[in-house]
C-alpha cells in the first residue's frame, strides 16, 4: 500500500482518515512468481490488488500464439477495476518479476468505494490515469519510428516507477525480454536489439546487470517527443463529488454491458 499511497499522493492531497481506512482494510498480502498468472482471460477476478513490488504484464494473445502487451503493472499500481462490474477478464495478466501484492475482495473494494467519495474520486483517478496510458500506446505503436517507440517506453516507465518508488532519477530496473519489449511495440525482438544497441551508440542509454541508464534524458525526450502530460504528473486541485462512488461503480459496469 506504500507504493500506491506514494504514487497517488503525487497528484491528489487526501484527508488522513482516508488513509486510515484503507489501513482498515482486510489487505492479505501475496507474492506470485515470475511467469505466475494473476489473471486469466474469461475469468472472473475475485480481487482487487495493489503491487507492492515487482513487476506484472497486462496482455491479450491471439489464437495462434501471438502476444500484444497493452501496459505493465508496476509499483503502486492497482488492478484490476473490471471486478467491479464482475464480469469475466477479456485480458491476462501474469507476474513477469517476483510480485509481492495486497489483495482485497471485491465485495469490500465496492463498500469500500461507496462509502467515502474521497476514495471513490482517488480509484476514479487512478483510472483515468491508465486510459491515458492506453491511448499513448496506441499512439507510441501506430505513428512512432521503432527507435521513438523503445525511447518513449523507457522514459515512461522511469517516470512511473520513480512516482512510486523515489529514489534515482535516471535509473531504471529492467526486467523485460527483448522478446516482452518486442510484444509492447510491435516489433521483432530483433528489431528490438538492434535499436537499443544504437541507443546505446548514440550515447542515450547504457545497459548492464538489469538496469537501464538513461545518459541523456534530454535527446532521449527529444528524440520520442515524450512528455509527461498523459501521465498526470502534476498536482491536481482535487476536490472529491459525493457522487463519484457511484459515477465509479456504474461507469466500469456499463463500459463492460453490466446494467444493476
Same mark, same amino acid.
Request: net charge neutral; hydrophobic share 45%.
Given at each position: 500500500?506504500?507504493?500506491?499511497?506514494?504514487?497517488?499522493?503525487?497528484?491528489?492531497?487526501?484527508?488522513?482518515?482516508?488513509?486510515?481506512?484503507?489501513?482498515h482494510?482486510?489487505?492479505?498480502?501475496?507474492?506470485?512468481?515470475?511467469?505466475?498468472?494473476?489473471?486469466?482471460?474469461?475469468?472472473?477476478?475475485?480481487?482487487?490488488?495493489f503491487?507492492?513490488?515487482?513487476?506484472?504484464?497486462?496482455?491479450?494473445?491471439?489464437?495462434?500464439?501471438?502476444?500484444?502487451?497493452?501496459?505493465?503493472?508496476?509499483?503502486?499500481?492497482?488492478?484490476?477495476?473490471?471486478?467491479?462490474?464482475?464480469?469475466?477478464?477479456?485480458?491476462?495478466?501474469t507476474?513477469?518479476?517476483?510480485?509481492?501484492?495486497?489483495?482485497?475482495?471485491?465485495?469490500?473494494?465496492?463498500?469500500?468505494?461507496r462509502?467515502?467519495?474521497?476514495?471513490?474520486?482517488?480509484?476514479?483517478?487512478?483510472?483515468?490515469?491508465?486510459?491515458?496510458? %492506453?491511448?499513448?500506446?496506441? +499512439?507510441?505503436?501506430? &505513428?512512432?519510428?521503432?527507435?521513438? !517507440?523503445? $525511447?518513449? /517506453?523507457?522514459? @515512461?516507465?522511469?517516470?512511473?516507477?520513480?512516482?512510486?518508488?523515489?529514489?534515482?532519477?535516471?535509473?531504471?530496473?529492467m526486467?523485460?525480454?527483448?522478446?516482452?519489449m518486442?510484444?509492447? %511495440?510491435?516489433?521483432?525482438? +530483433?528489431?528490438?536489439? &538492434?535499436?537499443?544497441?544504437?541507443? !546505446?551508440r $548514440?550515447? /542515450?542509454?547504457? @545497459?548492464?546487470?538489469g538496469?537501464?541508464?538513461?545518459?541523456?534524458?534530454?535527446?532521449?525526450?527529444?528524440?520520442?517527443?515524450?512528455?509527461t502530460?498523459?501521465?498526470?504528473?502534476?498536482? %491536481?486541485?482535487?476536490?472529491?463529488?459525493?457522487?463519484?462512488?457511484?459515477?465509479?461503480?456504474?461507469?466500469?459496469?456499463?463500459?463492460?454491458?453490466?446494467?444493476?
Amino acid at each position: 500500500m506504500d507504493a500506491f499511497r506514494n504514487r497517488l499522493s503525487r497528484y491528489v492531497t487526501l484527508p488522513p482518515d482516508v488513509w486510515e481506512r484503507f489501513d482498515h482494510l482486510d489487505l492479505r498480502s501475496r507474492v506470485f512468481h515470475a511467469n505466475e498468472d494473476i489473471i486469466r482471460v474469461g475469468e472472473k477476478p475475485r480481487n482487487m490488488y495493489f503491487v507492492k513490488d515487482g513487476w506484472a504484464i497486462r496482455y491479450r494473445t491471439l489464437d495462434d500464439g501471438r502476444r500484444q502487451i497493452v501496459n505493465f503493472m508496476l509499483p503502486g499500481d492497482v488492478f484490476d477495476l473490471q471486478v467491479v462490474a464482475g464480469v469475466e477478464a477479456d485480458h491476462s495478466v501474469t507476474a513477469l518479476t517476483r510480485m509481492a501484492v495486497q489483495a482485497v475482495s471485491a465485495e469490500q473494494f465496492i463498500h469500500c468505494l461507496r462509502s467515502n467519495a474521497d476514495i471513490a474520486s482517488a480509484f476514479w483517478w487512478a483510472s483515468v490515469q491508465e486510459e491515458s496510458i %492506453l491511448r499513448e500506446q496506441i +499512439v507510441r505503436i501506430g &505513428r512512432r519510428s521503432a527507435k521513438e !517507440r523503445i $525511447a518513449h /517506453l523507457l522514459l @515512461e516507465l522511469q517516470r512511473r516507477m520513480h512516482a512510486a518508488m523515489g529514489g534515482s532519477e535516471v535509473h531504471l530496473p529492467m526486467p523485460l525480454t527483448r522478446t516482452d519489449m518486442a510484444d509492447a %511495440l510491435g516489433l521483432t525482438p +530483433v528489431h528490438v536489439s &538492434r535499436t537499443m544497441s544504437a541507443l !546505446r551508440r $548514440a550515447g /542515450l542509454i547504457d @545497459e548492464s546487470r538489469g538496469q537501464i541508464t538513461i545518459l541523456d534524458r534530454d535527446r532521449l525526450t527529444a528524440l520520442s517527443q515524450f512528455d509527461t502530460d498523459y501521465l498526470h504528473m502534476r498536482k %491536481l486541485d482535487f476536490v472529491a463529488q459525493p457522487e463519484l462512488a457511484e459515477r465509479a461503480l456504474n461507469g466500469a459496469r456499463m463500459e463492460n454491458g453490466v446494467v444493476r
